[in-house]
């Protein structure tokens, strides 16, 4: 089976390494399924290329904040692999609680950030490209495709077809996974009927 993973962010990467552990192989036992990552920018494993700060993308030191991994993300990621799951906890900062205060430096509320977990398992706060670079250190350089895909046609009957924006020959995949972000290409492609996002980003403040 060929699979297309538009996107080599969190989600992408991630996506890309259970489907490695957890797809079944194809009966055929000479060959494995074909993946390929679409990714519009260039993400080498080597952390050391420089990127211009007017760039944002899932390489850039300056996208994205603060993440909070809970026990059960920190869970998902030792399933999926004992080294990684040590790797995200030695990039990040664990801890037990969170506290909450108000502008007048009142406690408002404290949590346990454990969530009832069993064995107990501190979460751990880390930034967003730290833990997309363990991800990312997995995936071999030759899986990644530096193409910006433009347009992602869904057929029922047969492979799908990912077109590009540099005009270079479609492609047909089988499974296409959208991992490309807030205005996902993948995603109008299943809804190809509608002139607005039928299911926008909802955000949601609370004092």
């Not at 519009?40 to 300056?62: C, I, K, M, Q």
């Not at 007048?104 to 069993?118: I, L, N, Q, V, W």
């Not at 499974?175 to 807030?182: F, K, R, S």
Request: aromatic share 8%; hydrophobic share 35%.
């Amino acid at each position: 089976m060929k699979i297309a993973i538009i996107g080599a962010g969190i989600s992408g990467c991630a996506a890309y390494l259970s489907l490695k552990k957890r797809l079944p192989k194809p009966l055929s036992p000479s060959q494995d399924h074909e993946y390929t990552i679409y990714e519009a920018y260039d993400t080498p494993r080597n952390f050391e290329s420089p990127h211009s700060l007017g760039e944002t993308h899932s390489a850039s030191l300056v996208v994205g904040g603060g993440l909070g991994v809970g026990p059960n993300g920190l869970r998902v990621l030792r399933r999926l692999d004992e080294e990684l799951f040590h790797d995200v906890v030695r990039a990040g900062y664990p801890y037990a609680s969170m506290k909450f205060m108000n502008s007048y430096g009142f406690t408002m509320m404290r949590m346990s950030s454990r969530c009832g977990s069993d064995p107990e398992i501190n979460s751990v706060s880390m930034s967003r490209h730290a833990i997309w670079r363990t991800l990312r250190s997995r995936i071999p350089d030759g899986v990644i495709v530096t193409k910006r895909v433009a347009e992602v046609v869904s057929n029922t009957n047969g492979p799908n077809t990912i077109k590009f924006a540099d005009g270079s020959a479609d492609v047909e995949a089988d499974l296409v996974i959208g991992a490309d972000g807030l205005r996902s290409v993948a995603k109008r492609a299943l809804f190809p009927g509608e002139t607005q996002d039928p299911y926008p980003p909802h955000y949601q403040l609370s004092f």
